[in-house]
């Protein structure tokens, strides 16, 4: 069975380089970009097993132009009728741009030149392409041919090109250009080439020095056989050894063959080349012919520009793709869908230190009129120029660290997390990644992020979340002290399993308050070790600037615990988003442990206020009492705590809490049967109403700004006096279908009674599921709760 030699060179021997002294390839640099021709719809779709449809090679075309290629060689004329017509069908269809020149291949066959030059008759202009064998090997084994007769057939049909070119010129106004190719050019004897190319240049008889008039020598590396030095070599030879020069445009064709083609084309240009031929992300014969993206964006990552765009090259992949149905891999240079990828974590930490770096580099540069210039560890190209996102640029795997994965939590959640919650969140990631042994989707990990940090609300909720609260300062119990600074007071409800509870506390801040609460009203003893906070880029809109803030958590009694628990909030108010992050790290701490219940029975001593008693109401009847009526009622409270001995029960208070406030009552002296709301275009909202005044039901229409200031407009047709409202809030109460509305009414009721103003305040509490409804009905039950004198 055949296989790989011991001994190869008993079957292949190896090329012999040229000896080329003094080369001067070496010391160049490259200055600026060579010309360009795409051979895609021809080197390229005489390679695919299913050669491209018209419609597949029009849609190729148009993409080349639209990249800004300015020559392409579109066909084989006289290879088939489809590239004959697909010739045809660009030049009648008008599809070839003016400043686009299209570049037919013939072999050094009259008939078959005579129909290549057919095909572009009428067009504006063209390049004719023609081609023949000139090494040892071919000249031996394929033509059978002498040196002398290799050049004769070149020279033969040089000058039938130019004479059916001149024709064609004459009767269509066609302009030509003429291109020869010693295909097979690296294995010719480098003499031999200059020589035949020599002679091929006298055929043509009218190459001159501008840019138009220069005949084009394409030197292929038909098969690839050398390492790109020595086609270095073999170009710089030909470069410094052709005559007239200066009439001559050097074209390079490489093949791919050694995986070389990219190389060799750089190589090549350095040695003198002005233009190379290839195809789009490397399609051709074999192994491909040399890739023009790939050569393109290797200068333009030098700062040259590459006179070709692929700012979209998704889409350029895409229909490359789509015509010649051959994949891109994976880790094609600049087009690959992984080449923009670093799973790993040193990688992932470089990348995402990079950008940071960067951006405050950028940032400068841009205060000082400088560079925005593109320096970023492992990414040689901005994925941006190209239409990429950096999405992709990390991805997380088991082999990823926590650089990485803080980038994606920045880069999606905008969280620029603190370097120790990096590592701590960098563990959960590792553990989910590991178990589930696959790649962490950004999804995952923002989705993980938000579960173990209790981060965004709604279903990510945690068990304890803030509603509302309040920062006081109050002066320090230690006020003798000379610098006694004022302590702060956290007020504010928080819900706790789904049970909204007031807790209050105090501390030195409003973090150190939040814990203290936590501690009284939750048993939870945590002290602050670590907070850093930032704000959330807010460069495009400052009226929306939000605070992040980080906290770490560890057990009051042992500060120097290993053990801790990070939280992080986030939330317009700085103050807010502390809070937020202590209760997001106190989620963590807690877990599925059970916390203490409110307590029932409410003992009242110098440490009882306010918030106990909004927070028992609260959790009996779900009310968020607005702050006057807390402290109404808190006088109310303490009024009846003296009846009860100093000791008030739960129970008793939300059935004091009912009777003073009327809430839940039947209906009081003043009540509202039905109504209908009406809005009166510029003047409001009219209020008709069956009404119940002091037991009578009466009818009643009145107007306002409001349904409110309408209802009360109804009113005083019944009362005498004035009533106004000094407070109105609501909230919402319970959850999706049961929602219903909350209102709270304050209302002040001016009377003059027997010659005497009297001036009442009262009350009221209603929930319906209309908002309207419980607006307007708080409004009954406040007044009546004002003594109301009647008309
Ligand atoms: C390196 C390259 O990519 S070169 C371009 C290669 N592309 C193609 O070949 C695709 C299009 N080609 C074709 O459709 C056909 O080959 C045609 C129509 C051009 C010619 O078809 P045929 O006449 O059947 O010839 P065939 O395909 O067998 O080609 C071999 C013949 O052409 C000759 N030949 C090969 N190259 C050339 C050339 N550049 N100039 C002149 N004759 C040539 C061979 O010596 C051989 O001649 P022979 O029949 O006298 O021995
Ligand atoms: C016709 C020539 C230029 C060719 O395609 C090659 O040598 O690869």
């Given at each position: 069975?055949?296989?790989?030699?011991?001994?190869?060179?008993?079957?292949?021997?190896?090329?012999?380089?040229?000896?080329?002294?003094?080369?001067?390839?070496?010391?160049?640099?490259?200055?600026?970009a060579p010309v360009w021709l795409s051979t895609?719809?021809?080197?390229?779709?005489?390679?695919?097993?299913?050669?491209?449809?018209?419609?597949?090679?029009?849609?190729?075309?148009?993409?080349?132009?639209?990249?800004?290629y300015?020559e392409?060689?579109?066909?084989?004329?006289?290879?088939?009728?489809?590239?004959?017509?697909?010739?045809?069908?660009?030049?009648?269809?008008?599809?070839?741009?003016?400043?686009?020149?299209?570049?037919?291949?013939?072999?050094?066959?009259?008939?078959?030149?005579?129909?290549?030059?057919?095909?572009?008759?009428?067009?504006?202009?063209?390049?004719?392409?023609?081609?023949?064998?000139?090494?040892?090997?071919?000249?031996?084994?394929?033509?059978?041919?002498?040196?002398?007769?290799?050049?004769?057939?070149?020279?033969?049909?040089?000058?039938?090109?130019?004479?059916?070119?001149?024709?064609?010129?004459?009767?269509?106004?066609?302009?030509?250009?003429?291109?020869?190719?010693?295909?097979?050019?690296?294995?010719?004897?480098?003499?031999?080439?200059?020589?035949?190319?020599?002679?091929?240049?006298?055929?043509?008889?009218?190459?001159?020095?501008?840019?138009?008039?220069?005949?084009i020598?394409n030197l292929p590396a038909?098969?690839?056989?050398?390492?790109?030095?020595?086609?270095?070599?073999?170009v710089?030879?030909?470069?410094?050894?052709?005559?007239?020069?200066?009439?001559?445009l050097i074209s390079l064709h490489p093949?791919?063959?050694?995986?070389?083609g990219i190389?060799a084309a750089e190589l090549g240009m350095?040695?003198?080349a002005d233009r190379v031929e290839g195809c789009?992300?490397?399609?051709?014969?074999?192994?491909?012919n040399v890739d023009l993206?790939n050569l393109a964006?290797n200068l333009?990552?030098?700062?040259?520009?590459p006179n070709v765009?692929?700012?979209?090259?998704?889409?350029?992949?895409?229909?490359?793709?789509?015509?010649?149905?051959?994949?891109?891999?994976?880790?094609?240079?600049?087009?690959?869908?992984?080449?923009?990828?670093?799973?790993?974590?040193?990688?992932?930490?470089?990348?995402?230190?990079?950008?940071?770096?960067?951006?405050?580099?950028?940032?400068?540069?841009?205060?000082?009129?400088?560079?925005?210039?593109?320096?970023?560890?492992?990414?040689?190209?901005?994925?941006?120029?190209?239409?990429?996102?950096?999405?992709?640029?990390?991805?997380?795997?088991?082999?990823?660290?926590?650089?990485?994965?803080?980038?994606?939590?920045?880069?999606?959640?905008?969280?620029?997390?603190?370097?120790?919650?990096?590592?701590?969140?960098?563990?959960?990631?590792?553990?989910?990644?590991?178990?589930?042994?696959?790649?962490?989707?950004?999804?995952?990990?923002?989705?993980?992020?938000?579960?173990?940090?209790?981060?965004?609300?709604?279903?990510?909720?945690?068990?304890?979340?803030?509603?509302?609260?309040?920062?006081?300062?109050?002066?320090?119990?230690?006020?003798?002290?000379?610098?006694?600074?004022?302590?702060?007071?956290?007020?504010?409800?928080?819900?706790?399993?789904?049970?909204?509870?007031?807790?209050?506390?105090?501390?030195?801040?409003?973090?150190?308050?939040?814990?203290?609460?936590?501690?009284?009203?939750?048993?939870?003893?945590?002290?602050?070790?670590?907070?850093?906070?930032?704000?959330?880029?807010?460069?495009?809109?400052?009226?929306?600037?939000?605070?992040?803030?980080?906290?770490?958590?560890?057990?009051?009694?042992?500060?120097?615990?290993?053990?801790?628990?990070?939280?992080?909030?986030?939330?317009?108010?700085?103050?807010?988003?502390?809070?937020?992050?202590?209760?997001?790290?106190?989620?963590?701490?807690?877990?599925?442990?059970?916390?203490?219940?409110?307590?029932?029975?409410?003992?009242?001593?110098?440490?009882?206020?306010?918030?106990?008693?909004?927070?028992?109401?609260?959790?009996?009847?779900?009310?968020?009492?607005?702050?006057?009526?807390?402290?109404?009622?808190?006088?109310?409270?303490?009024?009846?705590?003296?009846?009860?001995?100093?000791?008030?029960?739960?129970?008793?208070?939300?059935?004091?809490?009912?009777?003073?406030?009327?809430?839940?009552?039947?209906?009081?002296?003043?009540?509202?049967?039905?109504?209908?709301?009406?809005?009166?275009?510029?003047?409001?909202?009219?209020?008709?109403?069956?009404?119940?005044?002091?037991?009578?039901?009466?009818?009643?229409?009145?107007?306002?700004?409001?349904?409110?200031?309408?209802?009360?407009?109804?009113?005083?047709?019944?009362?005498?006096?004035?009533?106004?409202?000094?407070?109105?809030?609501?909230?919402?109460?319970?959850?999706?279908?049961?929602?219903?509305?909350?209102?709270?009414?304050?209302?002040?009721?001016?009377?003059?009674?027997?010659?005497?103003?009297?001036?009442?305040?009262?009350?009221?509490?209603?929930?319906?599921?209309?908002?309207?409804?419980?607006?307007?009905?708080?409004?009954?039950?406040?007044?009546?709760?004002?003594?109301?004198?009647?008309?």
């Open positions: 069975m055949p296989c790989m030699l011991h001994d190869p060179t008993q079957k292949y021997i190896p090329y012999t380089p040229l000896k080329l002294e003094n080369r001067q390839w070496p010391t160049k640099t490259f200055t600026k895609d719809l021809r080197d390229g779709n005489q390679a695919l097993a299913n050669p491209m449809t018209i419609e597949q090679k029009t849609t190729f075309f148009e993409l080349l132009v639209e990249c800004g300015k392409i060689e579109i066909a084989y004329p006289a290879a088939s009728d489809t590239d004959f017509g697909f010739v045809r069908g660009l030049i009648e269809q008008k599809l070839v741009p003016d400043d686009v020149w299209i570049q037919v291949l013939t072999p050094a066959r009259e008939d078959l030149i005579r129909r290549t030059v057919d095909s572009v008759a009428g067009c504006k202009q063209a390049i004719i392409h023609m081609y023949n064998a000139t090494s040892p090997l071919f000249r031996g084994v394929v033509f059978k041919n002498s040196k002398e007769e290799t050049i004769d057939l070149a020279v033969k049909h040089t000058k039938i090109v130019r004479r059916l070119t001149e024709e064609c010129t004459q009767k269509y106004g066609t302009q030509f250009r003429y291109e020869y190719s010693p295909e097979t050019f690296t294995q010719t004897e480098p003499e031999f080439a200059v020589e035949i190319c020599d002679a091929v240049k006298a055929a043509w008889g009218k190459a001159g020095s501008d840019h138009l008039s220069k005949i020598f038909t098969v690839e056989i050398a390492p790109p030095n020595h086609f270095a070599d073999q710089e030879y030909f470069h410094t050894h052709i005559s007239e020069r200066q009439n001559i093949h791919n063959d050694r995986g070389s190389a350095l040695a003198g789009l992300f490397g399609n051709g014969e074999r192994t491909g993206v964006l333009y990552t030098q700062g040259i520009s765009d692929f700012s979209d090259l998704q889409h350029v992949i895409d229909v490359v793709t789509q015509c010649n149905d051959l994949p891109v891999h994976p880790r094609h240079p600049y087009a690959g869908e992984l080449v923009f990828t670093a799973f790993s974590g040193s990688h992932q930490d470089a990348i995402k230190k990079g950008f940071e770096e960067q951006g405050k580099r950028h940032a400068l540069a841009r205060e000082q009129g400088g560079k925005e210039i593109w320096e970023m560890p492992y990414l040689p190209i901005d994925p941006a120029d190209l239409g990429q996102n950096y999405e992709a640029v990390i991805r997380v795997n088991s082999q990823s660290g926590k650089g990485g994965i803080a980038y994606l939590v920045k880069q999606h959640l905008h969280l620029d997390l603190p370097r120790k919650m990096q590592i701590a969140f960098y563990q959960v990631v590792q553990t989910i990644s590991d178990r589930e042994a696959r790649e962490m989707t950004v999804e995952d990990i923002t989705t993980a992020f938000r579960e173990t940090y209790r981060f965004g609300g709604g279903k990510y909720e945690g068990r304890l979340a803030l509603r509302s609260f309040k920062i006081s300062s109050a002066p320090s119990a230690d006020s003798s002290a000379e610098e006694a600074e004022d302590i702060r007071q956290f007020d504010g409800t928080i819900s706790v399993d789904g049970v909204l509870r007031v807790i209050r506390g105090d501390g030195n801040g409003p973090i150190s308050a939040l814990l203290n609460a936590l501690r009284t009203h939750l048993n939870v003893d945590l002290a602050l070790r670590e907070y850093t906070e930032h704000s959330i880029d807010t460069q495009a809109d400052l009226q929306n600037s939000r605070a992040a803030s980080y906290i770490e958590l560890v057990p009051a009694d042992d500060r120097k615990s290993t053990r801790s628990w990070w939280g992080v909030g986030v939330d317009r108010d700085i103050a807010g988003s502390g809070l937020r992050a202590v209760l997001s790290a106190v989620n963590t701490h807690i877990g599925d442990r059970a916390l203490p219940e409110l307590k029932l029975s409410l003992g009242f001593d110098a440490r009882s206020g306010q918030s106990d008693i909004a927070s028992a109401i609260l959790n009996s009847l779900g009310l968020e009492l607005p702050r006057r009526l807390q402290t109404a009622f808190f006088e109310v409270v303490q009024r009846a705590a003296r009846n009860y001995g100093n000791e008030i029960s739960y129970d008793a208070l939300t059935v004091l809490f009912k009777e003073t406030y009327g809430y839940d009552s039947p209906e009081g002296r003043v009540a509202l049967r039905s109504f209908e709301l009406e809005r009166i275009a510029g003047s409001g909202i009219r209020l008709s109403g069956a009404f119940v005044f002091d037991g009578r039901e009466k009818r009643a229409q009145g107007q306002g700004n409001g349904p409110l200031s309408a209802a009360l407009a109804c009113l005083h047709q019944a009362i005498q006096g004035t009533l106004t409202i000094r407070e109105y809030s609501e909230h919402a109460l319970g959850e999706g279908t049961e929602v219903g509305a909350a209102s709270y009414v304050e209302l002040v009721y001016d009377v003059v009674e027997n010659g005497k103003p009297r001036k009442t305040t009262g009350w009221g509490v209603v929930v319906d599921t209309d908002i309207a409804a419980s607006g307007l009905h708080a409004v009954m039950t406040a007044a009546s709760r004002v003594d109301v004198v009647w008309k």
